[in-house]
């Protein structure tokens, strides 16, 4: 079946700091990756997402190429600021069904 | 743009109370879902309606029951509450069931059944 599986946290990181959070997944055919977060209090936003190999979503800074042959959807930031504490969930939906699937979650939290 | 609207936000029962999670959707979506989410799983789906008329179980549906009651509604409901449905619920829509849409969600009920 298809799974997400996504480095534990939390992640604690200094303003500025470069931030990475690794997301690998099992799915057959070719799913469409998404990152979503989900800051304090707050429901899930997309932040990205890409739809097939090779493809890089991006958005606020934060950046993650889809590798079909590594089945990874890393989310990298350059330079973190405090506001980008939140929680970080990976997902996966096969092109032919509307149901997402997540990863556990990573949470980041980022100090002045 | 009130988006994706649940209620209540907070919520505490005792086992073996029932209750019904609202949601509501004012962007025309056709297909909704409710997820619960629990430290160090994610979100796992309970129930999804992928068009007003239809509802269809996700991957933990027991001990829920779902009605899609128009286009915007969609309500999650306990029967007899237990302890181990202690937990945050999301209610999402998206425009349709196939196809790289985006799903929007509400601001989560957190439920705690004591």
């Known amino acids: 079946g298809n799974s997400v599986t996504q480095m534990e946290g939390p992640v604690t990181l200094s303003e500025e700091a470069f931030l990475t959070i690794n997301c690998t997944y099992t799915?057959?055919?070719?799913?469409?990756l998404f990152w979503y977060v989900q800051y304090p209090g707050e429901g899930l936003q997309l932040l990205l997402k890409a739809t097939k190999a090779d493809d890089k979503g991006s958005n606020k800074g934060f950046e993650a190429t889809y590798r079909k042959e590594t089945t990874s959807f890393h989310l990298e930031k350059g330079s973190v600021q405090v506001s980008d504490s939140a929680v970080y969930f990976c997902?996966?939906?096969?092109?032919?069904?509307?149901?997402?699937?997540f990863g556990a979650g990573t949470q980041v939290v980022v100090t002045p | 743009n009130a988006g994706v609207t649940q209620t209540p936000k907070f919520q505490v029962l005792k086992t073996g109370q029932s209750m019904t999670l609202q949601c509501a959707q004012d962007m025309n979506h056709n297909s909704m879902y409710w997820y619960r989410q629990d430290p160090g799983m994610g979100l796992r789906l309970i129930y999804y309606s992928a068009s007003e008329g239809t509802t269809d179980k996700g991957e933990v549906p027991n001990g829920y029951n779902v009605s899609r009651l128009n286009k915007r509604e969609f309500s999650l409901r306990l029967e007899s509450a237990a302890p181990s449905q202690t937990s945050v619920y999301f209610c999402?829509?998206?425009?349709?069931?196939?196809?790289?849409?985006?799903?929007?969600f509400g601001q989560g009920t957190r439920l705690t059944v004591v």
């Open positions: 997902a996966l939906r096969r092109v032919s069904w509307g149901k997402l699937q």
């Open positions: 999402a829509s998206r425009e349709g069931v196939r196809g790289p849409t985006e799903a929007f």
């Open positions: 799915a057959t055919g070719y799913p469409s």
